[in-house]
């Protein structure tokens, strides 16, 4: 079904608008075998982008595998999803993936189970395990196929900050960048949620991914681009909205594309005929009551301290927390305590860092919090 507007999961072609610099870059990296990383704020659009340009980029010389590790919680759940999505998604038929999965991984395949459920996508059970195969075998298996259908092969993985969630996952990383770096058929793109997790694995020097390849931003999507999508989203139910209201939906929610086509639904649900001033504030508090329970559960084990914290960004505050006189007006505690106030909120999530300072990370959150606290 067409959606006008639509939010909290991937989208297609029909509500997908702009990037197109990233599309480009991604396509460039894809096509040029550079491996990728991708790191922004959540429901920033990157899974959007990455299923987009895949689709536009695949070919029979250039596969593309999706996967979400999301479920992963150990090293060898990851190769589990690792090989089946490798070896589905670079099969055209279910007896060339048997057959690829045969020859490359040997006794795997008297293991390949069918689904019980014969609506369901066909769902493997390759029973992968430290005693059947090493983690180079299976780390290796892209490119091997890479090599047999002379094609090359980006895999694309979601959720990446998973990893960082395993038992000795620097060790892990280390076998993962080793095997990966020295292969000349396949790349990858990797991309995920919690930015200061992602951005501590490809960022910081003593991590296996640091310099892995290009870190390619997502910027936000400009107001050119908006106005007209919103726009047409409204006149296709007969309803108006001024080009002054598109810019003061993106501009309350900080440009956060989820937020804008969430408060654009909204706010066309509101409306009869056109937009008012009424219908923005009525469909903005519609928004953030959508969100409270959410917002609820993140902020119930929040200390006092660290909700001072937040109302000191709330204040307008984003930076010199150590100073005295700001510790002593928000009671933060010690110079020392600040530290971990902060690592506890980026922790949650709650904050993020730019070069401005420190703020809160969800626009929506932020419009809670000045109505509660
Ligand atoms: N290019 C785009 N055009 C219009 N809306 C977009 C675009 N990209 C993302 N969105 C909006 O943001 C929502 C979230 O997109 P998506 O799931 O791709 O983001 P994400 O960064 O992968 O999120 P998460 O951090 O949860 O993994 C979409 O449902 C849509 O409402
Ligand atoms: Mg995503």
């Not at 594309?257 to 219908?279: A, C, F, G, H, R």
Request: charged fraction near 25%; include cysteine.
């Amino acid at each position: 079904m067409d959606k006008i507007f639509l939010f909290g999961e991937s989208i297609g072609d029909n509500n997908f608008i702009g990037r197109e610099a990233e599309i480009k870059r991604l396509k460039a990296n894809f096509t040029h075998g550079i491996n990728t990383m991708l790191i922004s704020p959540r429901r920033w659009g990157k899974t959007s982008l990455v299923k987009k340009v895949a689709k536009e980029v695949k070919s029979d010389k250039l596969k593309v595998v999706f996967m979400d590790i999301f479920w992963c919680r150990s090293e060898y759940d990851f190769y589990n999803v690792f090989a089946e999505a490798v070896l589905r998604q670079t099969a055209s038929r279910f007896e060339e993936f048997v057959d690829t999965a045969t020859s490359f991984l040997g006794r795997i395949v008297s293991r390949v189970a069918l689904s019980p459920d014969p609506n369901s996508e066909i769902s493997l059970s390759l029973g992968i395990t430290p005693k059947t195969h090493t983690p180079e075998e299976i780390l290796g298996l892209p490119e091997r196929i890479a090599a047999k259908k002379k094609c090359h092969i980006v895999v694309c993985i979601d959720e990446f900050q998973q990893i960082g969630e395993f038992e000795k996952s620097l060790s892990v990383q280390k076998r993962m960048r080793t095997v990966w770096q020295h292969q000349q058929n396949t790349s990858y793109c990797l991309f995920g949620c919690k930015k200061h997790l992602l951005e501590n694995i490809f960022q910081s020097r003593s991590n296996p991914f640091y310099k892995f390849g290009d870190i390619a931003p997502l910027d936000p999507i400009p107001i050119e681009t908006w106005i007209p999508y919103i726009t047409k989203g409204f006149a296709k139910e007969n309803k108006k909205i001024s080009e002054d209201f598109c810019k003061r939906i993106c501009e309350i929610v900080k440009y956060n594309p989820s937020y804008v086509q969430q408060l654009s639904w909204l706010t066309l649900l509101n409306t009869d005929k056109e937009v008012t001033e009424d219908i923005f504030k009525r469909s903005v508090d519609d928004l953030i009551k959508e969100n409270t329970q959410l917002f609820l559960q993140q902020t119930e084990s929040l200390t006092s301290y660290q909700t001072n914290f937040l109302r000191a960004l709330l204040d307008g505050v984003n930076k010199d927390f150590g100073i005295k006189e700001i510790r002593e007006t928000y009671s933060l505690g010690t110079y020392s305590n600040i530290a971990r106030i902060k690592a506890a909120l980026t922790d949650k999530e709650l904050i993020d860092f730019d070069t401005a300072g420190t703020f809160i990370a969800d626009p929506v959150l932020e419009l809670w919090l000045k109505k509660i606290l």
